[in-house]
Structures are given as C-alpha cells and as structure tokens.
C-alpha cells in the first residue's frame, strides 16, 4: 500500500473519531440538580405573585448556552404575557461583574420582559439547586415546581425539542403535569467538584 493511502486512511480514522466524540459530547446532559418544590422565600428577586415564573441559570462564558437563549427568545414570543422570566449569570469568586456581562448577558437583557441578574458566588444558584448552565425552572402561580430541566435537544442545539414544548404547553395550561428533560450545558461550578469540569467556560 502506498504511504498516502496508508496516510489518507489514517486521516480518515481520525476525523471519524473526532466527529463521533464531538456528537457524544453534545449529547451528554449536564447535572439537573434537585430544585426545591415551593418557590424559595429567601430568593433574591421575588416571585410575582399570581403568575407562571421561570428562572434560568446561565454561565456567562457558555458557548452551549447560546441557544439556551435563543429557545428563551421564543418562549417568550409564543407565550408572552403569560408568565415572568429572570436569567441569572453566575460571577465566580474572584471574578468582576465586567466578566459576567459578556454577549450573552446582552443577549438576554434584550429579550422582551426578561429581567437579568448576576449571581454572586452562585449564591442564587445553590438556593435552586442548579447545577448546569442552561438549567431552566417554572413555577406555577401558586409557587409550586412544575418544571425543571434543559429547553435545547443538545449542547448547543437550537431548534424544537421537548422542553420548550413542555414549558409553552404548561403555560398555555395544554399540560397539567410536571416535566423534566435533560439540561445541555457547562457546569456553572459553584460546587467544588465542578470547578474542573469545564475547560471551555471556567475561570
């Protein structure tokens, strides 16, 4: 066999490899967590009372987060009105507020009626028990947990996927039970055994 077959069959191999460990890791969900049942009275900015609240957990250097968003953007557009929404970024310890708000923190303030918050230490974070960035949780006007999970079909898959319709069905009142899908993203490594988990994102 001839070196540049030998050398095309080897480059071969490895993009194949490549590509199959880039299609596992986008397929692997992050950690959910286990967020509290009843809406936290501790939390920092307040349920509206009387209506659907979803609260998002994002790491502001995410680049799975990306369409996290842009799922937010059309939860937003299809069900406005119908509920609150607040994205909080987490800031590690040690960081600024200027490392928080990168582009994705610009992305979400300008999404309509979402408000944006940093997440101190991931002091927010611990009080919902979200692990993940990514990690998207709706309470019912009454406070009571009825979703928790991810709103993208993969690390950084934008599209339809089953969270979004269940968040859209659940505040359209089309869906009576709780939902909770699988969550795509970096660990917002406010735990110390998450603090090594990510490369791409972590300080």
């Given at each position: 066999m001839?070196?540049?077959?030998?050398?095309?069959v080897?480059?071969?191999?490895?993009v194949?490899?490549g590509?199959l460990?880039?299609?596992?890791?986008?397929?692997?969900?992050g950690?959910a967590?286990?967020?509290?049942?009843?809406w936290?009275?501790?939390?920092?900015?307040?349920?509206?009372?009387?209506?659907?609240?979803?609260?998002?957990?994002?790491?502001?250097?995410?680049?799975?987060?990306?369409?996290?968003?842009?799922?937010?953007?059309?939860?937003?557009?299809?069900?406005?009105?119908?509920?609150?929404?607040?994205?909080?970024?987490i800031?590690?310890?040690?960081?600024?507020?200027?490392w928080?708000?990168?582009?994705?923190?610009?992305?979400?303030?300008?999404?309509?009626g979402?408000q944006?918050?940093?997440?101190?230490?991931?002091a927010?974070?611990?009080?919902?028990?979200?692990?993940?960035?990514?990690?998207?949780?709706?309470?019912?006007?009454g406070?009571?947990?009825?979703?928790?999970?991810?709103?993208?079909?993969?690390?950084?898959?934008?599209?339809?996927?089953?969270?979004?319709?269940?968040?859209e069905?659940?505040?359209?009142?089309?869906?009576?039970h709780?939902?909770?899908?699988?969550?795509f993203?970096?660990?917002?490594?406010w735990?110390?055994?998450q603090?090594?988990?990510?490369?791409?994102?972590?300080p």
């Amino acid at each position: 066999m001839k070196i540049s077959t030998i050398a095309a069959v080897v480059w071969l191999l490895v993009v194949c490899a490549g590509s199959l460990l880039m299609a596992q890791y986008s397929q692997t969900a992050g950690a959910a967590g286990t967020a509290p049942t009843h809406w936290p009275q501790a939390c920092q900015s307040p349920r509206d009372p009387g209506r659907f609240s979803l609260v998002m957990f994002l790491h502001p250097r995410c680049p799975c987060s990306r369409a996290t968003l842009g799922e937010l953007e059309q939860i937003v557009a299809h069900c406005q009105g119908l509920f609150s929404a607040q994205v909080w970024f987490i800031q590690p310890e040690g960081m600024t507020e200027d490392w928080v708000k990168t582009d994705l923190w610009s992305t979400a303030a300008a999404i309509p009626g979402v408000q944006v918050h940093v997440d101190h230490e991931g002091a927010e974070a611990r009080r919902f028990q979200a692990l993940t960035s990514g990690q998207t949780l709706l309470y019912d006007a009454g406070g009571e947990l009825i979703f928790q999970g991810g709103i993208t079909l993969a690390r950084g898959h934008a599209g339809d996927n089953p969270g979004r319709d269940a968040i859209e069905a659940l505040l359209k009142q089309t869906l009576s039970h709780a939902a909770s899908p699988p969550v795509f993203g970096c660990a917002l490594g406010w735990t110390p055994t998450q603090k090594k988990e990510c490369t791409l994102c972590q300080p």
